[in-house]
């Protein structure tokens, strides 16, 4: 009688598969068995890429002349301390009555290179191979999977894909980085009086860094520039308000150059001397020449993909990306919420159709049950599958990060920070049922000698999905947003406990007269651009080096990004862990360290292609065009060959270690204690 294989990425995976299969399985060493099936695993990667001295002892020595070192054929090996459980899977694998492998590996490109490599060094041959591809690890999930699992040749070049990321990686780090070692380590040490210096260089990694030196050299760089606006109290029946002068087409300071934008001036004598001139005659007063009213609505916001819940857990519960990430792999394995590592924002249009089961299930939790039970009676959800949350041409693997309504009787198992990461999870996804905020504004122009001033009020209306979204406000306190997302000028002011102020506002005519009860200089200053934080940077990354907060705008760029969302996390951990950069735990806020600035600026005087986030993101996109078919695995090779030749053969032929101490005599007065 012949058997079904299952092969999981890790034991817990397996037992879900095990249980979902419902088989009276007995448990054996490294794997699971009944008359029917077999259910094993890996434990995570079994097999890895040999380092350069497997193919030639003589290159164990890092050596200028064995530069650069392209293998004709890569050579792998089984990873020593997990070498007894590749061996049980090997064994499995090539039994005589397994006749079908079901792969069930992480459903991703990493899950892929995972089992491909482990088929490879086992030799398998003559099996029928299936790959399962799932979204959660529910018991219907897993059982569609296998249930609709395609040929594993389907994946074949997703695969390609997988192995051509990882040959990237492996010959960028290890040319690159013994390049630059053996090239410019021992100048780097001697200045930074070192015993030794390893430069490690990336792909990705050297990227992130870079844009981590030049944001923190911008600040260095910025001078501040003080300007100086001019404000009115106004007087509304004894409720004062604020108004701010501009220059607008009838001032008669309109475009002159000695002003800041057009709502200031460069210097605060300008400001003073227009309180003057409009401090004449007295009493002083002000007519209302134009008054908008209008109705703002602002959208619920996507759902989670992981950046955006990385950077979203990096702001309101300070933890860094991979702390995010492990939360949100253990709330997956619990069947808790769907796959984590998904680029995708939107629902597709299959899920879309049962998504009532997910709502369904988050009756169970008491902090969100009526949102779930209101949405279910009122048929919000019926129509969602038109809306802007569903959308098929966005999602390349995985649909976004929501609860799938299961698995919450385990939620008191859960640490305290697991917990809000999935409230966040599940009330970010149930937002999307309810209707808009809505905001009603009000836009004021007052006029006194032909100076125009301008207020701007809003109230909250209706708060729409915000009264579920809302206790996961990360913004900080008096920090507005508009319906874009973007932050406001200082004359929109938020009504909230003013009814008659109102009134008052409500009733206002265009031609009525205002007393002024103060006309006042306030003084501001440009800021230089932030420091990134762990969050922001995910975001910079997966945009391609474009730090782009605004939501709506994001989800209109379509780009690779700079490495992917299964990876980021790991590059920012890895370049912390090497001390490339320092991450602050309490404010999750990233600078460089001196060597990283160091090996920031020998990159920069060498390889500086390296340090260009467009160019970085390229090599990602080359990689999906490969998945998709759109390139061979052969095409792609020769490019990134070619691109190792002629960066090695520029190291070689310059020698640039005064400009590298130039650079560091530079930079080193920002470390010193």
């Known amino acids: 009688m012949t058997k079904k294989l299952y092969i999981a990425e890790k034991p817990s995976v397996a ?57 004709e054929e890569f050579k792998y090996e089984v990873i020593a301390s997990v070498s007894k459980q590749f061996r049980i899977v090997k064994g499995l694998l090539n039994r005589k009555d397994i006749d079908t492998i079901y792969v069930c590996t992480d459903s991703g490109r990493e899950g892929e290179y995972i089992y491909r490599l482990v088929e490879q060094m086992a030799e398998v041959k003559g099996k029928a191979r299936k790959r399962v591809w799932i979204d959660s690890q529910t018991e219907e999930e897993i059982l569609r999977g296998i249930r609709e699992a395609k040929d594993l040749a389907d994946y074949d070049n997703l695969a390609a894909s997988a192995y051509l990321r990882a040959k990237e990686d492996y010959l960028m780090g290890i040319n690159f980085s013994r390049l630059l070692t053996v090239k410019y380590g021992n100048t780097i040490s001697s200045f930074l009086k070192k015993d030794r210096t390893v430069l490690s260089v990336g792909r990705v990694m050297t990227c992130v860094l870079g844009m981590v030196v030049r944001r923190e050299r911008e600040i260095r760089n910025f001078v501040k520039t003080p300007f100086y606006r001019v404000l009115a109290k106004i007087d509304a029946s004894g409720h004062p308000f604020e108004a701010e002068w501009r220059a607008v087409e009838n001032s008669r300071h309109f475009q002159k150059p000695y002003l800041y934008k057009d709502n200031g001036f460069k210097e605060r004598e300008r400001a003073e001397g227009l309180i003057a001139e409009l401090s004449q005659p007295e009493p002083i007063t002000m007519t209302l020449q134009k008054i908008e009213k209008k109705t703002e609505k602002k959208n619920p916001p996507l759902l989670f993909n992981l950046a955006e819940l990385q950077n979203v857990c990096s702001k309101a519960l300070k933890l860094s990306p991979d702390e995010t990430l492990k939360i949100v792999q253990e709330l997956y394995e619990k069947k808790l919420v769907t796959y984590p590592r998904t680029d995708a924002r939107v629902l597709s249009t299959a899920i879309a159709k049962e998504i009532g089961k997910n709502i369904s299930g988050l009756k169970a939790i008491p902090g969100v049950r009526g949102f779930a039970e209101e949405i279910l009676e009122q048929g919000l959800h019926k129509g969602i599958g038109k809306s802007r949350y569903t959308n098929d ?68 209306t209706d708060e ?179 691109f190792i030749k002629r960066r090695t053969a520029a190291v070689l032929e310059t020698n640039r270690s005064s400009q590298i101490f ?7 007065g920002f470390y010193k204690k």
């Open 15 to 71: 037992q879900e598969f095990a249980k979902a299969l419902k088989l009276n399985m007995a448990r054996k060493d490294g794997y699971l068995e009944s008359d029917e099936a077999v259910v094993t695993w890996c434990v995570g990667h079994l097999i890895t890429m040999s380092y350069p001295d497997a193919y030639d002892p003589m290159l164990k020595r890092w050596s200028l002349e064995t530069l650069p070192f392209l293998p």
């Open 393 to 460: 041409k966005q999602i390349t693997d995985h649909y976004a990060i929501i609860p799938t309504g299961q698995g919450v009787g385990g939620l008191g198992k859960l640490t305290p920070t697991a917990v809000k990461v999935y409230e966040m999870v599940v009330r970010r996804f149930l937002s999307i049922f309810f209707p808009p905020a809505v905001y009603l504004k009000y836009k004021l122009e007052l006029v006194r000698q032909d100076e125009h001033f301008f207020a701007g009020f809003r109230v909250l």
């Open 464 to 642: 729409g999905y915000m009264k579920v979204s809302g206790i996961y406000n990360t913004k900080k306190k008096g920090e507005k947003e508009n319906s874009e997302g973007k932050e406001e000028s200082e004359e929109d002011t938020d009504i909230k406990n003013d009814p008659e102020f109102l009134r008052i506002l409500s009733e206002m005519k265009k031609g009525e007269i205002f007393p002024v009860n103060e006309l006042f200089v306030k003084e501001g200053e440009t800021s230089p651009p932030k420091r990134y934080t762990s969050g922001s940077m995910i975001l910079a990354m997966e945009n391609a080096g474009q730090l782009i907060e605004d939501e709506e705008l994001r989800a209109q760029i379509k780009s690779s990004g700079i490495g992917t969302s299964a990876t980021r996390a790991e590059i920012l951990k890895k370049l912390v862990t090497i001390k490339y950069l320092a991450l602050a735990k309490k404010t999750q806020v990233i600078t460089p360290t001196l060597l990283g600035e160091v090996v920031f600026d020998t990159v920069n005087c060498s390889i500086r292609s390296l340090l260009n986030p467009e160019l970085t993101a390229s090599w990602e996109k080359g990689l999906n065009l490969v998945a998709e078919g759109t390139i061979t695995e052969d095409e792609y090779m020769k490019k990134l060959e070619d």
């Open 662 to 668: 130039g650079a560091y005599q530079e930079v080193e």
